[in-house]
């Protein structure tokens, strides 16, 4: 198999094709989607529809899967796999969630800029969304590249993020649009993580800046100047040239690196069907948390 690559971005991201992902890939197929995840961070697969077990079955041959915030919330879910994560705004009979069903938090959360599980203290890898029911209108996806936000990064500031942490936390976009429902025993499920604010992508070796709506304070300042500083470095990176939008049809596929990417969901009516599967992997060497 040779993987084709088409870039859909001056910086980042690539249409991949070439390959049928309903079949077990060999360890030379997954070395060129890997090199080429290294390299544009976010692949597009088109016409590539999966039922719940194939989905789950690709996913797996990137590394252990981890279940995300659903290990502290425990909500129901409407598969057959805890590793399925639903974003979807359907109900658990698969019909459209009405306005008050307290999963839509999890839904318009989405739409705030973030990396899947930053909050959480694994090694969080890729993300894999597969597209089965989409809105005719509204409700694309955006991504921004952190390292090409690192290179534009003025020299004054980043003298000030060298060196320094981030806390990220799980519930914290949650509290700023407004959701207070947690227990205290979920808020213990998820401790906060810190996370140096500069990293360097293993794969890529370039540095990065590592930021996102989970991030609560920055070590060495005060809550409200770490907060700022926070504001200022989300705006930098999600300048319009380090972003690239995705319009979904049903069947498409992508995969993005949650290490070098951010991303958000786009507003879209919610009366309206829009069905999508997640699988979030972790490096190799990792074991996956398990859902109470
Ligand atoms: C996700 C996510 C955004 C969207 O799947 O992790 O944040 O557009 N999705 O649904
Ligand atoms: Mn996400």
Not at 48 to 76: C, H, I, N, S
Not at 152 to 160: C, F, K, S, V
């Amino acid at each position: 198999m040779t993987l084709a690559l088409t870039p859909l971005h001056p910086l980042f991201a690539a249409e991949a094709g070439g390959v049928d992902l309903k079949k077990p890939l060999d360890a030379h197929a997954i070395g060129q989607i890997e090199a080429a995840m290294d390299r544009y961070a976010l692949l597009v697969f088109r016409d590539q529809p999966l039922d719940q077990d194939e989905q789950v079955a690709l996913a797996r041959q990137f590394g252990p899967l981890d279940a995300g915030l659903r290990k502290a919330t425990g909500a129901a879910t409407r598969f057959a796999y805890e590793e399925l994560i639903d974003i979807s705004n359907l109900a658990l009979d698969g019909s459209v969630a009405s306005r008050d069903n307290a999963k839509l938090i999890g839904v318009l959360a989405n739409q705030l800029w973030h990396s899947d599980s930053s909050f959480q203290n694994l090694p969080v890898k890729y993300s894999m969304l597969s597209a089965v029911a989409v809105p005719a209108e509204g409700g694309d996806t955006e991504w921004c590249d952190l390292r090409a936000a690192y290179d534009a990064l003025p020299e004054a500031t980043r003298r000030i993020v060298e060196g320094r942490t981030a806390r990220h936390s799980a519930f914290h976009s949650r509290m700023l649009l407004g959701d207070d429902r947690y227990t205290d025993g979920q808020m213990q499920r998820f401790p906060p993580v810190e996370r140096p604010l500069v990293g360097v992508h293993p794969g890529s070796k370039r540095k990065l800046l590592f930021v996102g709506v989970h991030c609560d304070r920055v070590s060495g300042m005060s809550v409200p100047e770490g907060r700022l500083l926070i504001a200022e470095l989300l705006e930098h990176a999600t300048r319009r040239e380090f972003v690239y939008r995705h319009t979904w049809r049903p069947g498409d596929y992508v995969i993005w690196d949650n290490r070098s990417t951010l991303h958000r969901g786009r507003r879209y009516d919610l009366s309206m069907r829009r069905d999508l599967r997640r699988t979030t992997t972790l490096e190799r060497h990792a074991a996956p948390a398990a859902v109470d």
